[in-house]
């Protein structure tokens, strides 16, 4: 049984992870196709792909991995629209309010309705916070301040009414200001009746600090809305030894039962399959070891303590 159908029995949605035109032929592919139900686009549906130059749109890549997905049974999680990250430096420049808005617009209803109605849900908006819980430096947040949320959501859910909409963060993984301001964010969105549907958390995970997400899986629960665990991994700082990576195996269980335990949790996506091809090796040298399967793809401990785990019910 796949850990997606084994999710799905545990009366979830999916488990799932990432995809692009980088491993859509690679060696991951029978991993991928074999395991996981929804697939995240890595980097070629951000706005640098889709629209490098203003109205110039590229859906080539875009338009393979949604093909893939279809041609495989799978669903797609559109990762992402809005953006302090991939930003081309057009967009970056605009500091007149009305134009920023009609380029935000433009871009979520060209982005968002390609694919309108094959597409299960939208980051909408992604890292939109420090972690002092202020709102992060961006040209979205510069010239129209807290606005471009409400402006993104509102525009998306015209653009595709049956995805569900997300807002999607890093480090909500233990108590703080920053989940303590996504909190506040989403009551004040609810408030307006913006069309928000979810919350994702990243849960980019370091080995050792990872006993507090199960009450922050609940705390994002408390707000009504769904939630996910978007981009799971768990990086243990170097050298990796056997000790260390029988801790990590019970922090993917610890993970996993946290999404088990919370209704509102739909499901779990991973940010990669082998600890190889991770983001985390070019981006945190330090760490390593983050995924589910060794470089040479075979399974971890931690992929037998989810398996167990779900295998259990
Ligand atoms: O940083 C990790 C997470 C954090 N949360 C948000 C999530 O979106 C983010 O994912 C990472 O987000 C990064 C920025 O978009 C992605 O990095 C992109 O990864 C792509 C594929 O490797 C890179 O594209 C390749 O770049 C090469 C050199 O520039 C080119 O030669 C290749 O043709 C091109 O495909 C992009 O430059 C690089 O920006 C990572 O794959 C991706 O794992």
Redo the contacts with the bound molecule.
């Keep these: 049984a796949s850990l997606n159908s084994m999710m799905q029995a545990n009366g979830k949605l999916y488990f799932g992870n990432?995809i692009?035109?980088?491993t859509m032929q690679g060696n991951e592919d029978g991993v991928l196709k074999g395991e996981f139900g929804m697939f995240t686009p890595?980097?070629s549906w951000?706005w640098n792909r889709i629209q490098p130059e203003k109205g110039k749109f590229h859906f080539n890549d875009s338009d393979a991995v949604m093909e893939w997905a279809e041609a495989n049974g799978k669903q797609i999680r559109g990762?992402?629209l809005v953006w302090h990250?991939?930003i081309p430096d057009w967009v970056d420049a605009i500091t007149d309010k009305e134009d920023l808005m009609k380029v935000i617009k433009d871009h979520i209803n060209k982005a968002v309705g390609r694919y309108k109605g094959r597409v299960y849900a939208w980051d909408v908006v992604?890292?939109v916070f420090n972690e002092d819980g202020t709102f992060r430096d961006s040209v979205f947040y510069r010239v129209l301040g807290e606005d471009f949320i409400p402006l993104a959501f509102r525009t998306a859910r015209e653009a595709d009414p049956n995805a569900k909409l997300y807002i999607n963060e890093?480090n909500l993984d233990y108590a703080g200001p920053k989940i303590d301001a996504m909190l506040n964010l989403v009551h004040r969105l609810q408030a307006q009746n913006v069309p928000i549907d979810a919350i994702g958390s990243?849960t980019?995970l370091t080995s050792g600090r990872v006993n507090e997400v199960p009450a922050q899986l609940k705390r994002l629960a408390s707000t009504g809305l769904d939630i996910a665990v978007t981009?799971l991994d768990i990086r243990i700082k170097r050298p990796v030894t056997p000790a260390k990576l029988q801790q990590q195996k019970g922090e993917y269980a610890l993970v996993t039962k946290g999404c088990l335990e919370v209704p509102a949790c739909v499901g779990i996506s991973m940010?990669g399959v082998s600890d190889q091809n991770s983001?985390v090796k070019e981006?945190l040298p330090a760490f390593g070891a983050p995924l589910m399967w060794d470089g040479n793809l075979r399974r971890k401990g931690a992929y037998g303590a989810v398996d167990g785990l779900l295998r259990k019910g």
Excluded: G, R, V
Aim: no cysteine.
């Design positions: 990432i692009d035109t980088n890595e980097y951000k990762h992402t990250q991939n992604n890292e890093y990243q980019h981009e940010w983001w981006a």
